[in-house]
């Protein structure tokens, strides 16, 4: 057979008996088990003549020893074949067999055939090979502890009618799939007549076992090799060329014409008669010739390593079972009625809930997850956002630059950018800090507004009051005061409302991340987000409107605060102490001294003058008790209330009242499994009910 072949034999029975079990639970499909293959004088089983009888599926058969004589034959199906197929294959079988000859063995593999496939299916479509496995158990007195798998040998031309193209690609990874096992030994089995340098198999051993540390040679037919070209293969046995770690064996399969005699047939012993007595091939170690010796070669391999191995396969064990578990357990409870879909339903609630509540709080010690998912961390955002919005307003709010500018200490120190931000006239900066791609455009705003206040406010306010002034005496009509203010905090709009867009998308980007972290479902997040929607859009909404509405109640000039005439009384008090400032002189003893003669000239302004410096010093005093009354109106009305804290915040529409106000029809569709889920759920907990199984087997050895 010229093909690789991954070999374990052990002589341990006790570990054969768990390896079969363990191949039986289709363990070897997620954790990297002890394999064996070998040709027919390995096993001794009576293969049939027609190789396409054998070479269509892998094979697994198992010796054991003990007292009485049984054979039994059954079939082991493939992790991807369907559950009824499945039922189905596991249903065949042929026990309490005595014997087995070559004619018996022919037509169960015929039963074996039809039983897989293999042949035409009822679609009229071709089926060359199949992934399910034979499996052949044999058991008697005489029977060496041993385990082999023999799989479909890798070819390279398509046969009409036969095999495709699609058949080479798929048995070439059938066979490396058993040789990039790292537990197995490689059988590398070559023809001794054929050149060394053509086989496509060394190149894959070396591809797969680049150490050479379990990759055996064997060399076969070593009577048809011509007179003369013998030195090839002696060569290759005594290691002087293509040098092998685990070195080649050579093993002498029947003739044709021995064949034909198959009643009178010792096959060891004619192998044995030629290895003895046929030059140059008696001259070969005894321990490298010989069916015989490949067995007890491949018995010593295989038990060291086996044994060496078993610790990594319990470990992966209990990694993979861990890890379907927690997969397992991802997906939540069974829910296929509307109880479970409710119960499934409430407890994402609630956990979602619980965790807002952490969130909101900043109770960020209490749950990992807040140091894995920065997002979530939601009241550090709004407050950082907050802080934004208080400072841009301190520094960009205002469109005229009062008199003097603001104070520093009032807010906290002036950020470089914010700096550098305001002595340029024609720099625009943002209003958005937290954008990100949802469906919320519609109900977000997104502009820029000018950066630096401009320059000029004295001469501005001295137009506005020559083009509204009336008939006051000494004084200015009360309307000025609206006209000036709506020009002063003409950027509120813009800034306001790109921060409630923000503390929208820092909603959001919270309420989907932390649905993503407690339901991996995708599609039952989905069905929950579109549910959710229409509430958490008519809240997002209601943010929006509530800071247009404190911006509209804005635009009227009111307030009783006595921080009002507080302020107006620091400005007149900042005005007089400058212009007395610019007339004081030291009088030699570190006293500021102002002659009473220099006062009368320090107040001389007209009445024009008199009116427009304390329509600026109003106007100042009055926009810093309305900025940061504004400020927090928005902060705390449309920000706090409607998304984070409120009764009813965005952060609390998905609750277990929510849940219990969905009907029949929405259960099934946000939290109803689908076939794939389905599919996927009992995959799982079939290779979790194998993994528990195969965890009890190892738990002993």
């Not at 071709?126 to 502890?145: C, N, R």
């Not at 990594?312 to 829910?335: F, I, W, Y």
């Not at 994402?348 to 969130?359: E, P, S």
Request: hydrophobic letters at 35%; a negative charge; glycine letters at 6%.
């Amino acid at each position: 057979m010229d093909v690789a072949q991954a070999s374990h034999g052990l002589g341990d029975p006790r570990l054969l008996e768990i390896i079969d079990k363990l191949v039986e639970l289709n363990i070897g499909d997620s954790v990297a088990l002890p394999q064996s293959s070998v040709l027919e004088g390995l096993t001794g089983l009576p293969f049939p003549r027609d190789s396409a009888l054998c070479t269509r599926f892998a094979t697994q058969i198992t010796f054991r020893r003990a007292l009485s004589t049984a054979i039994h034959v059954s079939i082991i199906p493939d992790k991807s074949t369907s559950k009824e197929d499945a039922v189905r294959l596991k249903a065949w079988k042929k026990t309490g067999l005595r014997s087995l000859t070559r004619e018996d063995f022919s037509h169960i593999l015929e039963e074996v055939h039809r039983a897989m496939g293999i042949g035409v299916s009822s679609l009229g479509t071709q089926k060359s090979f199949s992934d399910d496995v034979l499996k052949i158990e044999v058991s008697g007195p005489d029977q060496q502890h041993l385990s082999v798998v023999d799989v479909p040998g890798i070819f390279r031309k398509v046969t009409e009618g036969v095999t495709t193209q699609l058949d080479i690609t798929n048995v070439r990874a059938m066979v490396e799939r058993y040789m990039e096992n790292s537990r197995s030994v490689i059988l590398a089995v070559i023809a001794a007549s054929v050149d060394i340098a053509n086989q496509e198999i060394l190149d894959i051993a070396q591809t797969y076992d680049p150490k050479g540390q379990r990759t055996l040679g064997v060399l076969t037919k070593p009577d048809l090799v011509d007179k003369g070209a013998e030195g090839n293969a002696l060569d290759l046995m005594r290691g002087t060329t293509h040098k092998l770690n685990l070195g080649w064996s050579m093993v002498k399969n029947p003739s044709q014409l021995e064949l034909k005699r198959e009643g009178e047939l010792d096959r060891h012993a004619l192998e044995q008669a030629f290895f003895k007595n046929q030059a140059p091939w008696s001259t070969l170690d005894k321990d490298r010739v010989g069916i015989h010796s490949l067995r007890l070669r491949l018995v010593e391999l295989l038990t060291e390593i086996v044994r060496r191995e078993f610790n990594h396969v319990r470990t992966d064990v209990m990694l993979n079972l861990q890890d379907c578990e927690r997969k397992l357990s991802a997906m939540g409870p069974h829910r296929e009625t509307r109880v479970q879909q409710h119960r499934y339903l409430l407890d994402l609630a609630t956990k979602f809930q619980g965790m807002t509540i952490q969130a909101s709080d900043a109770h960020y010690e209490h749950d990992d997850i807040f140091d894995v998912k920065p997002s979530l961390r939601l009241a550090t955002a709004v407050v950082d956002r907050n802080e934004s919005f208080s400072n841009d307003f301190w520094h960009h709010g205002h469109t005229m630059e009062f008199i003097h500018g603001p104070e520093p200490e009032e807010n906290g120190s002036i950020s470089e950018e914010a700096a550098a931000d305001s002595g340029n006239e024609d720099t625009m900066v943002k209003t958005r800090y937290h954008i990100v791609s949802n469906d919320l455009d519609d109900i977000l705003v997104n502009e820029q507004v000018r950066a630096a206040p401009e320059d000029g406010i004295m001469e501005w306010l001295e137009n506005v009051y020559r083009s509204s002034r009336g008939f006051e005496m000494g004084t200015f009509h009360a309307s000025l005061m609206p006209i000036m203010w709506k020009k002063q905090s003409g950027k509120w709009d813009k800034l306001a409302l790109g921060y409630a867009s923000d503390i929208v998308s820092i909603t959001h980007t919270y309420i989907c991340d932390l649905l993503k972290e407690i339901c991996e479902d995708d599609r039952v997040r989905g069905g929950l987000l579109s549910a959710l929607m229409d509430q958490l859009t008519e809240r997002y909404k209601r943010a929006m409107d509530q800071t247009r509405f404190i911006l509209l109640v804005e635009r009227t000039p009111m307030t009783t605060n006595h921080y009002f005439a507080d302020n107006l009384e620091k400005c007149n008090k900042q005005r007089t102490r400058s212009l007395v400032q610019e007339h004081a002189f030291d009088d030699g003893e570190n006293h500021d001294i102002v002659r009473l003669s220099d006062l009368d000239h320090m107040f001389s302004m007209s009445n024009e003058e008199n009116n427009v410096q304390r329509l600026h010093d109003i106007l100042k005093s009055y926009y810093k008790v309305a900025r940061k009354r504004f400020v927090d109106n928005v902060c705390m009305q449309a920000a706090d209330y409607h998304l984070i804290r409120g009764p009813d915040a965005a952060v609390k529409v998905f609750s277990p009242s929510f849940v219990s106000d969905l009907t029949p029809e929405q259960l099934e569709r946000i939290a109803g499994e689908d076939a794939v889920t389905k599919r996927k759920r009992a995959g799982l907990t079939r290779k979790v009910e194998n993994l528990k199984s195969a965890k009890s087997l190892l738990v002993a050895v």
